[in-house]
C-alpha cells in the first residue's frame, strides 16, 4: 500500500515556540492531505484539508493563524503551532489521499507534541 | 449532522469469546472504514467497505456494511490478547475520500 512519512515523531518546546510537522507521500502524489489531531483517549477530529498550490480549507473552531498549513508539492505537506502553547499539546496525525484512481487515505505514523 | 456513533465505547472480554462492535452513522453514505490503533501510534487500516452488503474478513476480524441500516459491524471471533487495540469506524458523506468522519472509537482489551 501507499506510504505516508511523518515527521518527527514525537517533539517537545518551550510555550511560545513554532513546531514544524512534516508530511510526504513517499511512492504516490498526493494532490489533497489532510491533518488531524486527537486528544487522549479521544477520536480523530479533522483540522484542515490540504490541496497542492491553493490555501488549506480549515474546519470550524481551527485558528488558520494558528495552525499554518502548506502544500507546496504533490507529496509534502506542512503544519505549522505557531506561538505555541501547552493546550496545543496532541497528537497530530496527517493523512494523504491518492490523486487518481482509489478514494482512500493513507495516514502518516503520528507526531506528538508536547508543549511545557 | 454528520455523526457517527460506536458502541460500546470499551469492551474487555476474555480470550476466545466473540463480540461485536457496532458503528451507526446519520446519513446516507456507502463508504466506510474501519481502522486499528494501537496506544501511541497512528492507524491501521483493517477494511474498507464501499457498497451496501459488502462483507470483508481478516484473520479474526470480519466488517460489513449495511447502507439501508447505516450501520457497520466489527465482529471478532475467538479473540486473542493480540487484538487489544483501539477501533475507529470512519464514514466518508463526500463519496471521494475527501472528508472522513470518525467514530467514537472503541476500545477493546482482550483478558487472559
Known amino acids: 500500500g501507499a506510504v505516508v512519512s511523518q515527521h518527527p515523531s514525537r517533539v517537545i518546546c518551550k510555550s511560545g515556540t513554532s513546531v514544524k510537522i512534516e508530511c510526504r507521500s513517499l511512492d504516490f502524489q498526493a494532490t489533497t492531505m489532510f491533518w488531524y489531531r486527537q486528544f487522549p483517549k479521544q477520536s480523530l477530529m479533522l483540522m484542515a484539508t490540504?490541496?497542492?498550490?491553493?490555501?488549506?480549507?480549515?474546519e470550524q473552531g481551527v485558528e488558520k493563524d494558528k495552525f499554518l498549513i502548506n502544500h507546496a508539492s504533490l507529496t509534502l505537506s506542512t503544519l505549522t503551532v505557531t506561538s505555541a502553547h501547552p493546550e496545543d499539546s496532541s497528537f497530530y496525525i496527517c493523512?494523504?489521499?491518492?490523486?487518481?484512481?482509489?478514494?482512500?487515505?493513507?495516514f502518516g505514523a503520528g507526531t506528538r507534541l508536547s508543549v511545557l | 449532522e454528520l455523526k457517527v456513533e460506536q458502541n460500546p465505547l470499551f469492551l474487555s472480554m476474555q480470550e476466545g469469546k466473540n463480540y461485536t462492535i457496532y458503528c451507526n452513522y446519520s446519513t446516507t453514505s456507502d463508504r466506510l472504514y474501519w481502522y486499528r490503533q494501537d496506544p501511541g501510534k497512528s492507524l491501521e487500516s483493517l477494511f474498507v467497505?464501499?457498497?451496501?452488503?459488502a462483507v470483508k474478513q481478516e484473520g479474526r476480524l470480519m466488517a460489513s456494511l449495511d447502507t439501508k441500516a447505516r450501520l457497520s459491524t466489527l465482529h471478532i471471533t475467538a479473540a486473542v490478547h493480540d487484538l487489544s487495540a483501539t477501533y475507529f469506524c470512519a464514514v466518508d458523506f463526500t463519496g471521494t475520500a475527501s472528508k472522513l468522519t470518525f467514530g467514537t472509537g472503541t476500545r477493546l482489551q482482550v483478558t487472559l
Open positions: 490540504s490541496n497542492e498550490g491553493s490555501k488549506a480549507t480549515y
Open positions: 467497505l464501499l457498497s451496501n452488503g
Open positions: 493523512s494523504a489521499r491518492v490523486a487518481q484512481g482509489k478514494n482512500i487515505q493513507y
